[in-house]
């Protein structure tokens, strides 16, 4: 049964009212052109992640990840949004540091990026601030399992949740956030025979990310979904595009034609007689329409 319209904007009760009842697409974004895009394709969440990090600026983690520039990426996500519920993911040491300021950090995904909601990261250690940022009435996103900004203690990015004592923590978690307020739940390389339990045992939407079928959504990563990328990939990634071939073949056709002289053409050019210089203090709109 389908709760979640496709023609009209998402909101946090439509997203609560969708569990069990109709599967979230979720996936990250972290520019205007690629949210647009995905938006338009009917994807219901869009997380301005700080996997951007790692995806746009070439970091092996997501420690480097600052306010400033996830509420920058959050406000191109959500300007060219239409219908998807947009997320900022509060990045390291934003939350972590005192309650006040989680609150005021909160606050700014919403007010200077336009986001509907921010996500955390960890269970019932991160409990304080995560009541604070629902009291301001910020709707919260929780995230339990692998949670990337504690790689480190992790020992890498490893699947979490496979023995009992761990099994059980993440579990409770989950359920605290929950009991917290928190509207869905990501649950990352964990089980899946865990989060089909959790996805039970709590009444928000679980959202999975390597946690098997049984969630009640699906999150991935832009890059990872549409082929940007060559060379390893975790085992729970499905690739529905190569735009990495697709961009080198077109970049390998550009250079070829800049070379050969075959670009631009006549009918790429502009003809006239007056000097350009005639052109530099013009307000008149640029016929260019867009340039380097």
Do not use: W
């Not at 997203?15 to 069990?20: E, F, S, T």
């Not at 959202?207 to 990872?224: E, K, W, Y």
């Amino acid at each position: 049964m389908a709760v979640l319209p496709e023609d009209e904007p998402l909101s946090i009760p439509l997203l609560l009212a969708a569990k069990g009842q109709e599967r979230i697409a979720m996936m990250t974004a972290y520019d205007a052109p690629s949210a647009a895009l995905l938006d338009a394709a009917g994807i219901d969440v869009l997380l301005v992640g700080d996997s951007a990090e790692m995806t746009v600026y070439g970091e092996p983690n997501t420690l480097t990840a600052t306010m400033d520039a996830m509420v920058r990426h959050t406000r191109a996500v959500s300007r060219a949004t239409r219908r998807a519920v947009v997320v900022g993911d509060m990045p390291f040491l934003s939350y972590q540091a005192g309650v006040e300021k989680a609150v005021e950090n909160a606050g700014r995904f919403l007010a200077e990026g336009g986001a509907a909601a921010v996500k955390v990261e960890g269970g019932r250690r991160i409990l304080p601030a995560v009541e604070a940022i629902l009291a301001a009435d910020i709707p919260v996103m929780g995230h339990v399992g692998l949670t990337p900004q504690s790689y480190r203690k992790f020992g890498g990015f490893k699947v979490q949740g496979r023995e009992a004592e761990s099994a059980r923590a993440i579990a409770d978690d989950a359920k605290a956030l929950a009991e917290a307020g928190c509207f869905a739940l990501v649950l990352e390389c964990v089980p899946d025979s865990l989060a089909a339990e959790i996805t039970r045992e709590v009444p928000i939407p679980t959202i999975g990310i390597g946690a098997g079928a049984a969630c009640d959504g699906q999150v991935l990563v832009f890059h990872d979904v549409m082929g940007f990328t060559r060379g390893h990939r975790p085992k729970f990634v499905r690739r529905y595009a190569d735009l990495a071939t697709v961009i080198e073949q077109a970049a390998r056709a550009f250079t070829h034609d800049v070379k050969s002289g075959a670009y631009p053409s006549r009918e790429e050019s502009f003809s006239g007689t007056k000097p350009p210089l005639r052109r530099v203090h013009s307000k008149s709109p640029s016929p260019c329409g867009r340039g380097a």
